[in-house]
C-alpha cells in the first residue's frame, strides 16, 4: 500500500498531469499541490512511510540513471523533493541538498526542483527566527 504511494509517482499518467515545461518554482507549487505528493506526505507524516523506505526507493530509481539519456524517474524525485520541503529533518535536508548540487543534466528538473526547495525552506526558517507568522492577513 505505501509502496504504490511512491509507484505512482514513476506513473507516466503522473508525469503527464504535471508536465515537465513549467519553470521551477511553479513546478514547485503544482507538485505540492498534486493528491500524490500530499498523500506521501500524510505518509511520512503519520509514520507509515519511513526514511529507510524512501532511500530504498530512490536507490532503485537511480539504478537506472544513464548519462547521455533523460532519466525516467526525474520527476519521481522532484516530487519527493517537495514532499521532503517540510520536514525539519536530517534525512530531508541531504535529500534536497544532495539533489540540488548534483550538476547533471539527466536531473535537471529534480535537482532544480530541490533548489526551489531549499530557498523556501531558508526563507521559511528567517521567517521563524525573525518572529513572523505565516499566518497573516
Known sequence: MITDLLERLKSDEFAFTVGFLVPSPALRGKLG???????????????????????????????ELRKGER???????????????????????EYLQDLADLGLAELSTSSRVARECLKHRTSLSEAIRNGASSVSR
Do not use: C, W
Open 33 to 63: 499541490a498534486m493528491k500524490e505528493v500530499e498523500n506521501v506526505v500524510a505518509a511520512i507524516a503519520g509514520g507509515e512511510l519511513s526514511e529507510d523506505t524512501l532511500r530504498h526507493f530512490v536507490s532503485t530509481l537511480m539504478k
Open 71 to 93: 532519466f525516467p524517474y526525474d520527476l519521481a524525485l522532484a516530487a519527493l523533493a517537495v514532499a521532503l520541503e517540510g520536514r525539519a529533518t536530517k534525512f530531508a535536508q
